[in-house]
């Protein structure tokens, strides 16, 4: 069991939380990338040895199609992570490809720590539900070995499939109720979803990179949109609780995704118990080591003995 001290000392070891991004391109990565950093500005780059490289020349190189994966993109509205964008290999490059494969096996098996990649990302859109799982997909989770690295895949642009659904049943829907035309047609994108195939082509037994789980993005290009469940998701599949800790930690702010992660701590350690408990002092430290924007403090509560957490803001 993890406590915050283990946390914090695998955070300083690791340095960063490290995702790599993959997709075609206009797939929303950038969105994504800045939705989960709260932020519209475009993000610092840095080389494989942590130099910062100027901006313009990142751009440039990228324009003319000089792409370099092993580069690491920091927003400063968070730079607790550390993002590796892979793009390319959709256009049927070999190279692109190889380059992708290496990184992924390098870094999900490097021995150290601030080296590692810790979440992939796989974007694929749904603007074209008819090719959703094309080449790039299908060479990525059949020949590249994440190792213990969990990969999220991430539907964007599904909005898309709602005006497809209501075009597709429109005359079904005259005279009915709103409340029911609504159902219709979500009933209707989640057949068009399960037509695609695509979750049957990710759960292909001879897959190399299996997927941990899958989110599906609407209107991201809309203000009022987040990626909290993404982050969710990713956090779940995190096998080691000292990198959950460490994600949760980048997402200070987001006060409801540190009490989903509390409550998921006594949630699992009730499942393993098999039995219902009283939440005790360990619990209570437990549940507050998800909160880092708080400070934990020890308190003996005199009237009973009872030894409590107290959270009491954390003074900046």
């Not at 920091?74 to 993002?83: A, I, L, T």
């Not at 096996?105 to 992939?120: D, F, Q």
């Not at 299908?138 to 969990?150: A, H, I, M, N, R």
Request: proline letters at 3%.
């Amino acid at each position: 069991m993890a406590t915050i001290r283990d946390a914090q000392n695998l955070r300083e070891r690791i340095g960063h939380c490290r995702v790599l991004i993959i997709g075609r391109a206009n797939a929303g990565k950038t969105t994504i990338l800045q939705k989960v950093c709260n932020t519209t500005d475009e993000p610092e780059i840095y080389d494989i040895k942590g130099n910062k490289i100027d901006a313009a020349i990142a751009q440039s190189s990228i324009q003319r199609g000089n792409h370099d994966i092993t580069t690491g993109m920091v927003f400063k509205s968070n730079p607790g992570f550390v993002f590796h964008d892979s793009c390319g290999f959709e256009a049927g490059s070999n190279e692109e490809f190889e380059k992708v494969k290496t990184f992924i096996s390098e870094h999900a098996h490097a021995t150290k720590l601030e080296e590692r990649i810790h979440a992939i990302w796989y974007c694929i859109p749904m603007d074209d539900p008819s090719r959703t799982f094309q080449r790039s997909e299908e060479k990525f989770f059949l020949e590249c070995d994440t190792g213990y690295v969990p990969v999220v895949v991430v539907f964007t642009k599904f909005e898309v499939l709602r005006p497809v659904a209501y075009g597709e049943i429109k005359k079904q829907l005259r005279g009915v109720s709103g409340e029911e035309r609504s159902k219709r047609i979500a009933e209707r994108v989640e057949e068009l979803f399960s037509k695609t195939g695509v979750l049957d082509r990710l759960r292909n037994l001879e897959n190399r990179a299996r997927f941990k789980s899958y989110v599906r993005l609407e209107h991201m290009n809309q203000p009022y949109t987040n990626c909290n469940t993404l982050l969710e998701h990713t956090i779940l599949a995190l096998d080691n609780e000292g990198l959950r800790l460490c994600l949760v930690w980048t997402q200070q702010s987001n006060l409801e995704l540190c009490i989903q992660c509390a409550v998921m701590t006594l949630v699992d350690r009730a499942c393993q118990q098999s039995r219902l408990h009283r939440i005790n002092y360990e619990d209570q430290y437990d549940i507050a080591k998800w909160f880092p924007h708080l400070k934990v403090r020890r308190r003996l509560i005199q009237s009973d003995n009872a030894l409590i957490v107290v959270l009491t803001d954390v003074v900046h």
